[in-house]
């Protein structure tokens, strides 16, 4: 059996380790700067320039992305629709986590990526996923790594409706692209601010 010195050991770590798992999945305190988002969020920057350097997808863009699916909650999921103006009813999606995946996008980009352990609630996997998108989308729709606006509304309409510009009659969706392309180009200039300061940190911790 544990002595009481064991016991209060034990429990301070399950503390810690409870402490930490909830501090892990609180959304950033600043959403809309990324320097901050990366300074706060350790191990965040390193995934998000490891999916950079694989996909060749910007991280502003991906961050930017993020933002808009999920304001970087890893649970999020679509607000539940209302009967009779109330009564809470089914969610109009099964989409999901950081990236708002839907379920069968996400299988998909979990064989295609081989990365069939991969959860949406896990930001390392999230924004892996939106690289992987983005590669797709600059393949499939033949849209530039850097542009957001468009490269959102593939996200969006999937690959197949931006190919038919399912978007032409949509004007909110137009907006709110806009809105994503302006987080990116936002998220660049407050990025080149600090990236050098972000890799010596990743280096650092690399080593150690």
Same mark, same amino acid.
């Given at each position: 059996?544990?002595?009481?010195?064991?016991?209060?050991?034990?429990?301070?770590? +399950?503390?810690?380790?409870?402490?930490?798992?909830? =501090?892990?999945?609180?959304?950033?305190?600043?959403?809309?700067?990324?320097?901050?988002?990366?300074?706060?969020?350790?191990?965040?920057?390193? /995934?998000?320039?490891?999916?950079?350097?694989?996909?060749?997808s910007?991280?502003?863009?991906?961050?930017?992305? +993020?933002?808009?699916?999920?304001r970087?909650?890893?649970?999020?999921?679509?607000?539940?629709?209302?009967? +009779?103006?109330?009564?809470?009813?089914?969610?109009?999606?099964?989409?999901?986590?950081?990236?708002?995946?839907?379920?069968?996008?996400?299988?998909?980009?979990?064989?295609a990526?081989?990365?069939?352990?991969?959860?949406?609630?896990?930001?390392?996997?999230?924004?892996?996923?939106?690289?992987?998108?983005?590669?797709?989308?600059?393949?499939? =729709?033949?849209?530039?790594?850097?542009?957001?606006?468009?490269?959102?509304?593939?996200?969006?309409?999937?690959?197949?409706?931006?190919?038919?510009?399912?978007?032409?009659?949509?004007?909110?969706?137009?907006?709110?692209?806009?809105?994503?392309?302006?987080?990116?180009?936002?998220?660049?200039?407050q +990025?080149?601010? =600090?990236?050098?300061?972000?890799?010596?940190r /990743?280096?650092?911790l690399?080593?150690?």
């Amino acid at each position: 059996m544990l002595n009481n010195k064991n016991k209060l050991s034990t429990l301070f770590l +399950l503390l810690c380790t409870g402490l930490a798992a909830g =501090c892990a999945t609180n959304p950033p305190s600043n959403p809309g700067d990324i320097c901050s988002i990366f300074r706060e969020k350790k191990g965040w920057y390193g /995934k998000a320039k490891d999916a950079e350097e694989k996909w060749g997808s910007p991280i502003p863009t991906m961050m930017a992305v +993020l933002h808009q699916e999920s304001r970087f909650v890893h649970d999020a999921r679509p607000p539940r629709t209302k009967i +009779l103006g109330f009564i809470p009813g089914p969610r109009p999606s099964d989409a999901y986590g950081y990236p708002q995946a839907l379920d069968s996008t996400w299988r998909s980009y979990q064989r295609a990526a081989s990365r069939y352990g991969a959860d949406r609630d896990d930001f390392g996997d999230a924004i892996d996923f939106v690289g992987w998108y983005n590669n797709t989308s600059q393949r499939q =729709c033949r849209i530039r790594p850097d542009d957001t606006y468009h490269l959102y509304l593939a996200y969006h309409e999937g690959h197949g409706g931006f190919n038919r510009r399912t978007f032409r009659s949509k004007s909110w969706l137009k907006k709110v692209s806009h809105k994503v392309s302006a987080q990116a180009q936002t998220y660049q200039r407050q +990025l080149a601010s =600090c990236e050098s300061s972000l890799k010596r940190r /990743k280096k650092f911790l690399g080593i150690f």
